[in-house]
């Protein structure tokens, strides 16, 4: 099961059955992302997402308010998955360089899995409202900050040499180079592999 963000953005429903919510939704999410990678989100229309999902638009709108709402529930999927695979490599027996090692490691493989909807993110994140694309930016925020928290460790054990200023700096570095493996992906899978990427 996908787990949940937090802080998250109220999204409307008629269904006072959480586990339900979470279950249609989570078909939604599934339907739009094939429909928002393949046409687009403004092109694509909630009969359409209803359709994939297998229900109809008057059930569709039973779990959320409008289409953008949907894009946010995507948003929030793509962010859900990519902070699970990271957390993934938070051990508290490893050394800071190891989990390091591994948590960028996990990271570029998500992104590499994910690669149209990181792309997705960029191009459509601006269609949101402000009050959801704040929580989506959030959490951005907060996969960044899971390589400040490993950086900080690595700078108190002495194995890393940054200035304590330069941590944040170089946590958004590692989010862009994986973001960097979506945008130059027509080059870069040409010369390099994904291992041979990560190492270097």
Known sequence: MTPKLQPMKNVPTMVKDTSLVEKRRRQIVDAAIKLFVRKGFHPTTTREIARMAGMSIGSLYEYIGSKEDVLYLVCEAIH????????????????????????????????????????????????????????????????TGIFEGILSQGLKDGILFLKENEVKLMAHNIIVLGHMWTFRRWFLKRAFSLDDFTRI
């Open 80 to 143: 859900a998955e990519m902070e699970s695979k990271v957390r993934q490599a938070l051990d508290e027996d490893s050394t800071a360089r190891e989990t390091l090692v591994n948590a960028i490691s996990n990271y570029f493989q998500v992104c590499d899995r994910m690669q149209d909807l990181i792309l997705l993110i960029y191009q459509e994140s601006n269609s949101l409202e402000h009050e959801a694309l704040r929580y989506v930016l959030a959490n951005d925020e907060r996969i």
